[in-house]
């Protein structure tokens, strides 16, 4: 076969048709990263659109509400000389009255008022009313014209919340988050006791799936063990139940936990049966935390056992005979030599299970009652009845970044790279 290369004195080679061979090695390498590069597009995009998108939308959200401030605009713009003290001035009245008449007339009013609720409940009425009858004003003075119509627009509070809200970038959604909101001077105070709703959640979410993780390493050690030690022929019958709960339907699951666990429920009837309880000590599992707890490990348990069978598998079980040999007990070579060498199974397992129930939804929205509820609860309320994204995105950063938070620490304690699936 011809060589293709000719030496040149130049001191570099060169192809036959004369281009130098670096050049020519460079093009072909730059060819096959093109290659790879529109191999993995497909998949880059999907993860864009699907994933880093709707992230970014969400921070956005989370800090971002221009409805208000674009609304009321010429007041946003007045309210700018105001000291906060004392009433505002008449530009700032007849900048207000402009600005009611305009979102009216656009039918932005009931946005922007639904936005101002938000900070300070029961306002929106206070808007709507006043945009239908604003629409009288003609002239000065304007300031006695909006009081005449309602006598709250003479409080200097509710001026100081219109000056925070004209800002299209605030905190005010994560503050709430947190159980916090602004004053009308702007400053940070605590939310009434009724309303510090969302922290409490917080910890019992952390809680509710710390238990669910435990209850899961608790279940799925031993059956996890039992698949990797048993026959193959038995290993592969109790394989298949494990894998049951994957073909059926998560509602159908949920429901038949309802069937189960309520008053007049399966499991009481048979606890009443058998003379454990009375008829009227019937135990209360559903709609409270007990439920929640329950079900959720149900429907978790398999993301614990398969990464456990898949580290299990892989032990040799001489290890466990030669401590024997040398003099351990059955206990002592369980505990000390095939125990450790499951801990990548039992960490793989507790971080995709804690994860899962951190954020899930259906579950503890059937079963979970008001103690039983998850921020996953809160957070699609917000999405869907209250309307409130601000405040959903809000909580879904936190939740977010309290995830991420707690992958660091598990790093920097356990390690990822001790974690393993199979």
């Not at 808007?127 to 002239?139: D, L, N, P, Q, S």
């Not at 994957?246 to 429901?255: E, G, I, N, P």
Request: glycine residues 8%.
């Amino acid at each position: 076969m011809a060589d293709t290369t000719v030496p040149v004195t130049g001191g570099g080679l060169q192809t036959i048709d004369g281009v130098p061979l670096k050049k020519q090695l460079a093009r072909a390498t730059r060819q096959s990263k093109l290659r790879a590069l529109m191999l993995v597009a497909p998949l880059g995009i999907f993860v864009l659109v699907s994933f880093i998108y709707p992230i970014v939308l969400t921070l956005t959200r989370s800090v971002h509400s221009p409805v208000f401030g674009a609304a009321f605009h010429r007041t946003a713009e007045a309210l700018q000389s105001w000291d906060g003290k004392d009433l505002p001035s008449e530009p700032v009245w007849e900048a207000f009255v402009a600005d009611m008449k305009e979102a009216r007339a656009n039918r932005t009013i009931g946005k922007a008022a639904t936005r101002f609720n938000y900070d300070v409940p029961g306002t929106r009425s206070l808007f709507t009313r006043t945009a239908r009858k604003i629409r009288k004003v003609k002239e000065g003075p304007y300031k006695e014209a909006v009081l005449e119509i309602n006598k709250k627009w003479g409080d200097p509070q509710l001026w100081g919340y219109i000056k925070q809200n004209t800002a299209p970038y605030t905190a005010g959604f994560y503050l709430n988050a947190l159980d916090r909101k602004y004053d009308y001077t702007g400053k940070i105070e605590r939310q009434p006791e009724v309303r510090q709703i969302y922290v409490p959640l917080f910890w019992r979410t952390l809680l509710l799936s710390s238990l669910v993780m435990a209850s899961c390493i608790i279940l799925g050690f031993p059956v996890a063990y039992l698949l990797a030690h048993l026959p193959l022929r038995i290993s592969n019958l109790l394989m298949i139940l494990v894998l049951l709960p994957f073909w059926t339907s998560l509602l159908v699951r949920t429901t038949s936990w309802i069937a189960l666990l309520q008053t007049q429920g399966v499991i009481n009837d048979f606890l009443v049966w058998v003379g454990i309880i009375s008829d009227q000590q019937r135990l209360q599992m559903m709609f409270n935390a007990t439920g929640t707890v329950i079900a959720m490990t149900h429907i978790l348990l398999p993301f614990m056992i398969l990464p456990l069978y898949s580290v299990m598998k892989t032990i040799q079980p001489s290890y466990v005979r030669a401590a024997r040999s040398l003099g351990a007990t059955q206990w002592t070579a369980f505990w000390r030599v095939y125990v450790p060498q499951t801990l990548p199974g039992v960490g793989a397992g507790s971080i995709l299970v804690f994860i899962l129930a951190i954020g899930y939804y259906i579950t503890p929205a059937l079963v979970g009652g008001q103690s039983g509820q998850l921020i996953s609860n809160l957070i699609a309320y917000h999405m869907q009845k209250s309307l409130n994204w601000g405040l959903a995105a809000a909580l879904s950063t936190i939740l977010l970044f309290g995830v991420l938070g707690l992958y660091w620490l598990y790093n920097r304690l356990v390690g990822v790279d001790n974690m393993k699936l199979g």
